[in-house]
């Protein structure tokens, strides 16, 4: 893929760890990638699996969801279902013709500043080697 392709991620956090966690990478100066658009949603199990799809229909590369760690949500359990819903949304995927790995949900807490940057960068790299989403106009 080409070195000019810089892809548009959206990236829903969690308002209690994942969002914090970002706020931290970004007070600490950590590098990663701009390409992440953070969308902050009060629990990640706000996210239903319509949301994602519409993003990238819409044209994002790709979607990644960050919640606390199972045991830590706010709201009990949250995140689990949370994870369920993933489960979902690589289903869906596939009925849209959009690979997977598209598609990412991490535990980030709020002490988590560097894990944060890690997955931004890790992810932004794997969908630069997908390439272009396809729906993109």
């Known amino acids: 893929m080409s070195d000019e392709f810089e892809p548009l991620i959206v990236s829903f956090c969690c308002n ?3 969002y914090a966690g970002a706020d ?7 590098q990663y990638p ?3 658009r953070i969308i902050r949603v009060m629990c990640s199990s706000m996210v239903h699996p319509n949301l994602v799809i519409d993003a990238l ?3 994002a590369d790709g979607v990644l969801i960050c919640g606390c760690h199972p045991g830590d949500c706010h709201y009990e359990d949250g995140n689990l279902k949370t ?5 979902a949304i ?7 013709a959009l690979e997977e790995e598209r598609f990412r949900l991490e535990w980030v807490s709020a002490s988590e500043g560097p894990r944060f940057a ?5 992810f932004t ?10 729906y993109k106009t």
Do not use: H, Y
């Open 118 to 122: 890690q997955v931004a960068r890790e």
């Open 83 to 87: 994870e369920k819903r993933a489960e």
């Open 16 to 18: 209690w760890c994942s």
């Open 57 to 59: 229909t819409k044209g």
């Open 34 to 36: 701009p390409n992440i």
């Open 90 to 96: 690589t289903i869906m995927l596939e009925d849209f």
């Open 125 to 134: 790299e794997q969908i630069k080697k997908l390439g272009p989403n396809p």
């Open 24 to 30: 931290l990478a970004g007070v600490s100066r950590l």
